[in-house]
């Protein structure tokens, strides 16, 4: 076993060597013996390089599963990776998810070597309620980092995070203290169990000491932070998080230097990104491929132009006979989501009554708790002029997107062309460059210049074009027939 780790190792050193990532001298003098003597890889240039990787990593695979021991027990990301290229359920070759994953592995092999003191097994950690756990430590202070450091993954959208995380998520053992949570919904259960705690001396230490004990790894999928309260708490909340032993795993669009980028009260955020360096390790995916692009693209239910006929039609061929009507989701903390029109697990809302009054990712969460479809009537184009209806359709695509809901829309351009006003800082000034901060006649006056948002709406882009995907929409209506309940 240990020969098959060391050869797979020695191809993966070629396939940098061969990319320009590594120098000859790097290599080191065994590895660049062995491989250049191997009778097979030392022909090998180029894309032979990264076609025998992924057939050496499928050997590797087979020694693992077939006789061969492996530190783990032939478990973890990796091995499961393969077993998917195999089964061509997922697309092989790329180097960045391969190093990732090997990133994920080495985290899941930590985890595993230290279950004990992580204290991962939920049977044999203590039986204190968190309250009760906070109550216990203002007597007998005490913190306990994990031996185990986290993981930060960022980079570009469509580059795998999210399948590569759930993919680490899934291979860990179901007795552990574990969560999967969109960012969105993390921080939305974090302020409702803040409005619980009113009064006590302290509430944001009591509701981490309740989040750690149900959860010592933590998986947060989309970590952005674009709400002036979630930013200003986060430092104090993961500090007691990961007192309390806490490890984060996380994907992101954005570094850590750039979250909450020209945010309100950032020097007070600032901490909270030094806290996160500390207890995470940063990987960046370097793939410029969008996975989610790569579906066969269909006309699907994205309409542009003025369709709401076509719309209207479309809709009532989804809920069959039922007849639709008002109805009223129920939503955090008391509050109602009113429903224009619902029927068959469908909704129908204009625009303007999702994204152009005073709701939130609380409100869609609510919204498709009850529904699996969406029919959304005049999706603008997004300018200055309504750059906070932008900021809400991006966080409905992202509550969209995470409960796997289909949408159905009349737009007026299509993805790309509604965002082409939305520009970051650095795009701003390659458009229209100047040596001065005053306007000039030939500027765009409806250009919005928002840093957030400019990087959101990538994301925001390549998930409308994945949702309206063939492989989506039939993904999709396997779900609705394997889930399906009466809506009342």
């Given amino acids: ?285 370097s793939s410029s491929t969008d996975y989610r692009k790569m579906g066969s693209a269909e006309n699907g239910y994205y309409f542009i132009g003025k369709y709401s006929g076509l719309l209207r039609e479309k809709f009532h061929q989804l809920i069959g006979a039922e007849k639709p009507g008002p109805q009223v989701v129920e939503v955090v903390m008391g509050r109602k989501l009113q429903v224009p029109l619902g029927a068959n697990g469908c909704a129908y809302f204009p625009f303007e009554d999702l994204c152009d009054r005073p709701l939130g990712a609380a409100d869609y969460f609510g919204l498709f708790k009850k529904f699996h479809t969406l029919a959304l009537e005049g999706v603008p184009k997004f300018g200055i002029h309504n750059r906070t209806a932008a900021y809400r359709f991006v966080t409905l695509v992202d509550v969209m997107y995470e409960n796997k809901a289909r949408l159905l829309c009349t737009a007026e351009a299509s993805p790309v062309e509604l965002f082409e006003r939305i520009v970051t800082v650095m795009d701003a000034q390659k458009i229209y460059p100047r040596s001065s901060s005053r306007s000039k006649k030939t500027d765009d006056i409806d250009l919005c210049v928002d840093n957030e948002l400019g990087f959101a709406k990538d994301r925001t882009i390549s998930r409308l074009t994945e949702m309206n995907s063939k492989e989506y929409l039939e993904q999709h209506e396997a779900n609705v027939k394997d889930n399906k309940t009466p809506q009342k």
């Avoid at 050997?59 to 973890?76: I, K, M």
């Avoid at 994920?104 to 756990?133: A, I, P, T």
């Avoid at 669009?253 to 909450?260: E, G, H, K, S, V």
Wanted: with cysteine; glycine share 8%.
């Fill in 1 to 285: 076993m240990r020969t098959s780790a060391r050869f797979l190792q020695q191809v993966r050193c070629l396939c940098r060597f061969q990319r320009g990532e590594i120098s000859a001298n790097r290599l080191g003098k065994t590895n660049r013996v062995s491989i250049l003597n191997h009778p097979v890889v030392g022909a090998l240039v180029g894309r032979e390089a990264d076609r025998y990787l992924n057939q050496s990593l499928l050997f590797f695979r087979a020694v693992c599963t077939s006789g061969g021991s492996c530190d783990v027990g032939g478990a973890g990301p990796l091995l499961e990776y393969e077993k998917r290229i195999t089964s061509g359920e997922l697309v092989g070759g790329d180097s960045f998810q391969i190093d990732t994953l090997q990133a994920l592995q080495r985290l899941y092999e930590e985890l595993v070597e230290h279950e004990e003191s992580c204290q991962l097994d939920r049977y044999k950690s203590s039986q204190k309620s968190g309250r009760r756990r906070w109550l216990w430590s203002r007597f007998m202070p005490q913190s306990t980092y994990s031996p185990v450091k986290g993981l930060y993954l960022y980079g570009g959208v469509g580059t795998g995070k999210t399948m590569l995380m759930d993919l680490f998520f899934n291979q860990l053992p179901s007795n552990w203290r574990k969560k999967r949570i969109h960012f969105h919904d993390f921080m939305l259960n974090v302020h409702s169990r803040l409005q619980m705690h009113k009064g006590v001396a302290d509430p944001l230490e009591v509701v981490a000491a309740e989040i750690s004990d149900e959860s010592i790894l933590l998986c947060l999928d989309e970590f952005m932070v674009t709400d002036v309260a979630d930013a200003l708490i986060l430092n104090r909340l993961f500090c007691h998080l990961f007192s309390n032993g806490v490890v984060l795993v996380s994907t992101s669009n954005r570094a850590p230097d750039q979250l909450y980028e020209g945010g309100l009260q950032r020097d007070l955020f600032l901490p909270f990104i030094e806290t996160l360096k500390e207890r995470c390790v940063i990987h960046e995916i």
